[in-house]
């Protein structure tokens, strides 16, 4: 269902540093996007959350509105306990929105084993998906590049890579305008011989079952920062380590900017100028909060995994994300070739007996 007006529902309790983060994001997002007109349910501890709501000016209050709840989802509770104990908590509330149509998306920056295995529980997986993944858009100079899954799903099989094809496809589209996204499989070569037996048979899958997408083949890793395609598709396990290590990456970039720019007198000085000239700009490029927010693709709902070690600002990324996808469709779209990756799924079966 579409809304005009996108609502949000915002696990107030999963960040670090505690629920002054939600709150700080829904007002950094509204001053970023004046015009929009979404709006927020707030779940979680109301003496914690009243006094941060009591500071925002009455424009910005008036989209917020707050359900208190006594629990909330530890990050140090394992995803089987947390399904067990959780009824009732912030995460758990936030999602129940979804679930009743209440509310378009969930943002969430708390525990992400509990926020997967919660999700599974209330929204359920959509049919067709074996298991959910966890989806990044990592920055190239062409624009975004989704890569999934990046952690949800360590060992996945041919069927699993090609449900990630088409969820990210779909995601691309919605979120970042492709009329037609491309789609890569990674791989340690662009060779049709090259990768294990998973990656080949994926390769396959998606070459027979006549999925209405650009479909480019195997992809290695260093195209997924030059954006050599708009979706590349990976197990968790890969995923993880490739998104950690441009994290670090960057981290490593920004260390040396700033050992560079302050190493003189000179350098200092050369700095100053360099700030004028757009290196604010690539700082802000840099900067993983701009970036901030990985959705859970494959439920019956849309669901936001935030950072948790993020500040407002990251938050309110997150929060912008939520509202691009709140009004898009593509959940229909996932459905449709997810029927067409079924119908090649028992074609081959049958050829098979």
Known sequence: MTRTAPII?????????GPSIAIDGIYHILKRRPATSACFLVHGDA???EPLIAKLNPEIRGRITLHHTDSEVRMTDKPSEAVRR????????????????EADVVVSAGNTGALMAISKVVLRMKKGVHRPAISASWPTPRGHTVVLDVGANVECGPSQLVEFAIMGEAFHRAVHGSETPSVGL???GQEELKGNDTVRAADGLIRDAGLKFNYKGFVEGDDISLGSTDVVVTDGFSG??????AEGTVKLVAHWMRESFTSSLTAKIGALFLRMGGLDHLRAKLDPRSINGGVLLGLNGMVIKSHGGTDGEGFATALGLGIDI???????????NLTRLKEANESRDETAS
Not at 86 to 101: D, H
Not at 326 to 336: H, K, N, P, Q, T
């Open 47 to 49: 003496v914690q959350i």
């Open 186 to 188: 990674l791989n340690v």
């Open 240 to 245: 993880n380590i490739a998104l950690k290590t």
């Open 86 to 101: 959780s009824r009732g908590s912030s995460m758990w509330n936030a999602l129940t929105t979804v679930k009743n149509g």
């Open 326 to 336: 709140a009004g898009s469709d593509f959940l229909a779209e996932i459905e449709a």
């Open 9 to 17: 529902s915002v696990d107030a309790m999963g960040a670090d540093n």
